[in-house]
DNA sequence: AGATTCCTGGTCGATTACTA
DNA sequence: TAGTAATCGACCAGGAATCT
């Protein structure tokens, strides 16, 4: 996924009210910009950290979009809406090798008794639909990726949904992208949410595949470039 | 006191309505 | 009928408000 050109850079003056952040440019001036991603995110809103902004298109209140900042040495990409488009476009160059073959891709398909909407369903005829929940990490502890990095009722539905899935005959994956490159494995933030963590650990023991792929992350593109070992029991440090 | 519901700002894919 | 525009609903996490 290509990131449009150019970005401005900037440097993080607070991060408030879960959509907004004030930036600092270059010159001095202060911005009010969109922070697409509503969480936690821990560890990323440091005062003074490197950012890239994105010019908003026509139309939008706010003139810059936060997409990139800087943490640990490496860009993280903190878009919540980028992790959907990097699978689709790894899906489409078949870069995700669990899910290579299928024929159709939908995204945001309803499903379940709790009326969920999936990321995507992957069909192909004479195979069971295959249903992939996508969850968006840059949470960084240690040589770990971190998920949650807040309390995410929703996300234990959704792992719920899953093995509702998997418990009619069906295929779930619950894919983790990790929007940096510093990770080696990826684990569940137990002190963080024990429901989830519990709620994962269940998906998986009812037959919900868990993978987690991390990013290369550049100020110009960002990729699904590689997969990260999963261990759900890990202890946090 | 604890649990539940609502609201927040903005985006985005799906769906619906409209126009050529 | 096809293409475009408008609308809908879900999402995200946390805090305030409301209910039990």
Not at 40 to 49: E, P
Not at 99 to 107: D, F, H, M, N, T
Not at 164 to 186: K, N
Request: net charge neutral; with cysteine.
């Amino acid at each position: 996924m290509d990131l449009p050109q150019p970005l401005t850079e900037g440097r993080l003056v607070r991060r408030y009210k879960r959509f907004l952040a004030d930036v600092e440019l270059a010159g001095g001036e202060v911005v009010t910009v969109h922070c697409p991603n509503p969480g936690r995110m821990a560890g990323l809103d440091a005062a003074g950290a490197r950012v890239w902004l994105k010019p908003a298109p026509a139309g939008r209140k706010l003139p810059f979009g936060l997409e990139l900042v800087e943490a640990d040495g490496v860009w993280v990409g903190i878009n919540t809406g980028h992790p959907n488009g990097l699978v689709r476009e790894a899906l489409a160059l078949g870069a995700i090798a669990e899910l290579r073959g299928y024929a159709s891709v939908r995204a945001e398909v309803r499903y379940g008794s709790e009326r969920s909407r999936i990321d995507f369903l992957l069909e192909d005829p004479g195979r069971p639909p295959c249903w992939v929940e996508i969850k968006n990490v840059h949470w960084k502890v240690g040589r770990f990726a971190r998920f949650p990095d807040a309390v995410t009722s929703r996300g234990a539905k959704h792992a719920r949904e899953l093995a509702a899935r998997v418990s009619i005959g069906e295929r779930a994956v619950l894919l983790y992208v990790i929007q940096r490159e510093d990770c080696e494995v990826f684990g569940l933030a137990d002190r963080t949410d024990p429901a989830y963590a519990a709620a994962c650990r269940q998906a998986k023991a009812a037959g919900v595949e868990i993978l987690a792929y991390a990013c290369a992350v550049r100020p110009d593109t960002i990729r699904l470039e590689r997969p990260l070992p999963v261990d759900l029991q890990a202890p946090e440090d």
